[in-house]
């Protein structure tokens, strides 16, 4: 387990040696604010609460998770330095793991700027700081669900539009599960037992219920199990290329 | 020791390595010599444990690559082909993330650090990210991390790719430093390589090995093997000359150069020819600007058995 803190630790330092990560904190930060001001009225609405700045999430991070994950595997095949990372002694889950940690660690810090927003609300009102911080660790393990599935895409191609692209896709279908636009994909040919399977992967409904304050057990091991699919499909992926 | 046995692998329909078995032991440095393409990289790759093999099994210092891959890889420095790094880092990160990797600790990882620093000239550059660097210094920041840990048997694939000749001279220094107590295998196309460091030459074509030798005793199966060259100061001689040395009973056959007044004379198998051929100069009187044995051509035999 050194290894993984050792990988991500590299990792982690390489989005900063790059432009990237300032862009990325930047952009985040300036779509979270001008949705939830302006798409979600926060003013208008009178309320000291973050329902708004939240509800925005999902679809902001549906473009930029996939900005972060598109790299993971896809530069270090395109650079050649994974030859470099696998000669060395390591397996290949310490490096899946300390590449993701690194990627989901990123993520946090760019939540966690989003401090000003709390402030601001604990300012203007008393809102319900329990259900603001359920909301936050929702936030993380929706973040922490995309990353996973990006790992994943990034690992099958050496290209990295290509991977972004098919990140931001393989998420979208995640995050619809639940709704028509891809259960009617599903119900012409499928049982209902698959359609209803599909149906509770929506990472949405999973997001909603933590969003309003609740941390189920069931939420939390939805996001793990997704999580852990998705980087041992990556591992997987990894590994078929090294036989190939 | 590096063992191989009748390791193959194939990309659907076309097989890169074919049955390739072969032992090296410590204190020898093995040069794999090849055309592009003829399955060196992969087999390196293999042993690194980068590439899965289709069949066949190899092992490093006892340590199966397929069951105890971790502790092969950790009895091994290894240089990929184009000496991959992460190009973002600075040198001296790099290093340290690669020492990190290999356990170094404490003092042995500084002295270790310092000492692949100092021997591969990197001091210089330490604090530059590696992506502004010339190749010249990616290539030595790859040599450095290959032996960084002091590992038991190194792979290198091309070491000397992209240096200049006297940063070649150096990185040939250093490995036949090394040579004492390790295993060492080096990938080239640089026949004048192998001469400079190699013990021994495998040379691989179309996935398999077509000659496992001494240099000298590859050198030794060139036409050229005992050849005797004479360079005339005029070149009106050369004529007569080439015809006096084509008639001497022991020359199978004459090369001529008219460009440099050159003629090289070939001797029949086993036979050797110099005291003739220096002798009859005297006797036809021809003035010599140059004459000498040639020792084989390394080169001419890697073309017979590689075309």
């Known amino acids: ?244 | 020791m590096i063992k191989t046995e009748h390791l193959s692998k194939r990309y659907d329909s076309l097989v890169a390595v074919d049955d390739v078995s072969f032992q090296v032991a410590p204190g020898e440095v093995l040069g794999f010599l090849g055309p592009n393409g003829a399955g060196k990289t992969t087999t390196m790759r293999m042993l690194a444990g980068f590439v899965t093999p289709t069949a066949g099994k190899a092992s490093i210092c006892g340590h199966d690559i397929a069951t105890e891959p971790l502790l092969a890889k950790a009895s091994l420095g290894y240089l990929p082909e184009g000496a991959p790094t992460y190009g973002e880092m600075t040198v001296r990160r790099f290093l340290e993330f690669i020492a990190d990797l290999r356990r170094l600790e404490g003092d042995r990882r500084r002295a270790r650090l310092d000492y692949v620093i100092g021997r591969l000239q990197l001091s210089r550059v330490l604090d530059q990210t590696i992506e502004t660097l010339s190749k010249g210094f990616r290539r030595r920041v790859g040599l450095a991390q290959a032996i960084v840990h002091d590992p038991p048997v190194l792979i290198l694939d091309e070491p000397t790719d992209g240096l200049d000749p006297n940063q070649k001279h150096e990185v040939r220094t250093l490995i036949n430093e090394m040579a004492r107590d390790k295993i060492i295998v080096i990938s080239t196309h640089i026949l004048e390589e192998v001469d400079a460091v190699c013990s021994r030459a495998i040379i691989i074509a179309r996935g398999r090995i077509v000659a496992d030798d001494t240099p000298l005793a590859l050198e030794a199966k060139s036409r050229y093997y005992n050849a005797v060259t004479l360079q005339l100061e005029q070149a009106d001689q050369l004529e007569a000359a080439r015809a006096a040395v084509a008639a001497l009973p022991a020359v199978a056959e004459v090369e001529v150069s008219v460009r440099d007044a050159r003629l090289t004379a070939l001797p029949r198998a086993g036979a050797t020819i110099l005291t003739t051929v220096s002798e009859l100069a005297v006797r036809q009187g021809l003035k010599l600007k140059e004459l000498h044995l040639e020792s084989g051509r390394l080169d001419e035999v890697f073309r017979t058995i590689t075309a």
């Open chain 1, 1 to 244: 387990m050194r290894n993984v803190g050792i990988i991500m630790r590299r990792e982690l330092a390489s989005y900063f040696a790059t432009p990237l990560a300032y862009v990325f904190i930047l952009i985040f930060l300036l779509l979270a604010n001008a949705f939830t001001f302006y798409l979600g009225g926060f003013f208008e609405r009178g309320q000291a609460d973050l329902q708004w700045f939240f509800y925005w999430h999902p679809w902001l991070y549906l473009f930029l998770i996939p900005a972060i994950s598109m790299r993971l595997w896809a530069e270090e095949r395109k650079s050649g330095s994974i030859e470099l990372l696998m000669t060395q002694p390591v397996t290949l889950w310490e490096a899946v793991l300390g590449k993701y940690f690194a990627a989901w660690l990123f993520a946090a810090l760019a939540l966690v700027l989003t401090f000003p927003m709390w402030i601001t609300v604990n300012y203007l009102g008393k809102p319900d700081n329990g259900t603001i911080l359920a909301a936050y660790i929702g936030s993380l393990l929706l973040a922490g669900g995309y990353l996973a599935i990006g790992s994943c895409m990034s690992a099958l191609t050496n290209n990295q539009v290509i991977a972004f692209i098919l990140g931001v896709v393989a998420c979208f279908v995640v995050l619809l599960a639940g709704f028509p636009l891809v259960l009617d994909a599903f119900r012409s040919w499928a049982p209902q037992w698959f359609v209803d399977a599909i149906a509770s992967l929506s990472f949405l409904t999973h997001f909603d219920s933590i969003k309003k304050g609740v941390i189920d057990v069931r939420d939390l091991l939805y996001f793990g199990m997704l999580g852990a699919f998705f980087l041992l499909a990556t591992s997987i992926a990894l590994d078929l290329r090294k036989a190939h």
